[in-house]
């Protein structure tokens, strides 16, 4: 179903993204050992690597970064590795090749045992050890970090093991999906000279918005799909206030189709519905400064200019240098919540845009 919320995994259920799976594809035929999924939240980036994935008839691990971090503060070595050993043993359930293959060569690494699809882990184990381990096995393997910027809070430096994975394990390709691009992109750090991965080749596979058509054909075809008419009009008025994000898309054609709500009472509830989830997103950068919040609240008001912004935030939390407001504002873009287009910035999201301007 294509209003179904949660991230999908099955190619029917994923609208369009064909341009993107070919991509996807063809990194893999070539033998490609870094592939980045890029774009703000929302735009169905876990949902393409789920389908990528699952199309695939290779093993592969996917772990959700983010999760891992919000469950442990840090990302634990042990965790990690007993998380890709497990989700690997997964993948090949369907594959009896790969399946007896890999138990093989996970029981016989030291320390670790298997039984059915849990994995124990006696010592202390070294994740490169184990990528090792995996490249020497002959098969292209499959490693996903969903959210891969969180590997950045760690007292491990994962970028350096990717960066020699990268150089000495040729069937190991990494998938890293981001929601924070500037975020990612300084952890991997592909153009910066003082980083491990520096001048490594990445492809990029970046999801853009979906356009005005397409958002209309993909609400046209979730509603048929359920056998509901709704009227051209108020299709169009969501696909004005939605703006082609298509997590918004799929909660409106939810509220909407599935929980039979009237379009007016749809787009309220979404926007409640958001309020919780962009409030929660919010705090965990509002807890490093409160002026995140003034300045996007500064923004979506209408204020574009760095001077402006700047003029608004001092005008309620007090002066504040040049040198540091620029790097708040830097962080938002890196962050994804702010772009900035010709010197004017913007929240890129009309839902986060309108929650932030009504309740921060
Ligand atoms: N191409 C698509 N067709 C249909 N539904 C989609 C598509 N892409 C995403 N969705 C839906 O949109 C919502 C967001 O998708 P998903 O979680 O994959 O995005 P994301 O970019 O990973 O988001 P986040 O940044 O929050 O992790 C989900 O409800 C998902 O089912
Ligand atoms: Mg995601």
Redesign the pocket.
Known sequence: M?F?????SRRK?????EKELKEFGDALKLGENLILIL??????????L?VALNELKLPYAKIDV?SLYFTFGTIPQDVLVREILESLLRSTRRFRKFRVGLERLVDSIEGIEVSGLKVRIGRKVHLIDILEKIDSWGERVIIAF??AQYLRFSGLQYDGLIAYAIDNLPNVTFVL?G?EVGMLHDFLGLDNPKKPLFGRYAREIV?ERFSRDKSID?LIKGFSELSIDVPQDEIEDAVEKLDGI??WL??YGYLRGVRKLSHEEALSELLNMARSLVREELDKILSHSKRYGMILKAVSLGNERWSEIKEFVESKTGRINDAKFSILLRNLVKYGYLDKISGKYRIPDPIVREIIRRYC
Do not use: A, H, Q, W
């Open positions: 294509l179904e919320i949660k991230p999908k259920d994923l609208y369009d993204r774009g703000i939240r929302r735009l169905g980036k876990s949902s393409l789920n983010r969903d959210e999906t929601s999801l993909f298509v997590g799929t909660m």
